[in-house]
């Protein structure tokens, strides 16, 4: 059974690395037979959160936030891709998310981290854990696939991917997406 998952990443750098384990999860969870859409939070490019989502009188929220009220409300479950600032989370990432809430309830998500240091971004990781909990998702907190490549090291929710890599830092996508209900 498909299932509609976004995907999101949300580094605002010039030269930002973490795109790559983004797309590396939407081609994974494509192979699966999964609808996948990449949602970048440095494309979106909302404000620094002013004002929610649901504040704004119906029909009156900008596009870019209605838009995207649309595509969380229509997914089944979530893949938050996360690099590490400072032991902590991304803001660009972060200010995307904080725009919304009862949109994301009930959905189950899982935490992609990676970073240049030996922990692939696990204490990003378990910080969007508490964060996401807050908003209303379930998150897979069982990690594994850790791997390394030539920038640095990542590590995958585990239900959700089953990624396995080789030593030399060959990635293969496999089956086993937690159960998505509603
Ligand atoms: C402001 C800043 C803080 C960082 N802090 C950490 C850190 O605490 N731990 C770590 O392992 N890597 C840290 N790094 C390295 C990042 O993990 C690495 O640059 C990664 O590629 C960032 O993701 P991005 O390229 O997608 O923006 C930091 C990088 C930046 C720019």
Redesign the pocket.
């Known amino acids: 059974m498909s299932h509609r998952i976004l995907v999101f990443y949300g ?1 605002y ?1 010039s ?5 790559r384990l983004a797309q590396f999860v939407v081609d994974g969870l494509r192979g699966r037979g999964d609808d996948v859409e990449l949602i970048d939070a440095r494309a979106v490019a909302l404000p620094m959160l002013g004002r929610m989502y649901k504040e704004y009188p119906k029909g009156e929220a900008p596009a870019a936030l209605e838009k995207l009220a649309g595509q969380i409300r229509g997914a089944d479950g979530f893949v938050f891709v996360t ?5 902590s989370i ?1 803001p660009g990432l972060k200010n995307l998310t904080d725009h919304f809430l009862e949109e994301w309830f009930w959905r189950p998500a899982a935490v992609a981290s ?4 030996r ?1 692939a ?1 696990a ?1 990003a990781a378990t910080a969007w854990h508490g964060t996401l909990s807050e908003m209303g998702m379930v998150v897979i907190s069982s990690t594994s696939g850790d791997f390394e490549h030539d ?2 090291r990542a590590h995958f929710a585990n239900a959700v991917c089953g990624w396995q890599a080789d030593r030399r830092g060959r990635q293969s996508a496999g089956a086993g997406l937690s159960p998505l209900r509603r």
């Open positions: 580094s750098r030269n930002r690395m973490g795109i690099g590490e600032y400072n032991w991304q990676y970073s240049a240091g922990f971004g204490r920038r640095g």
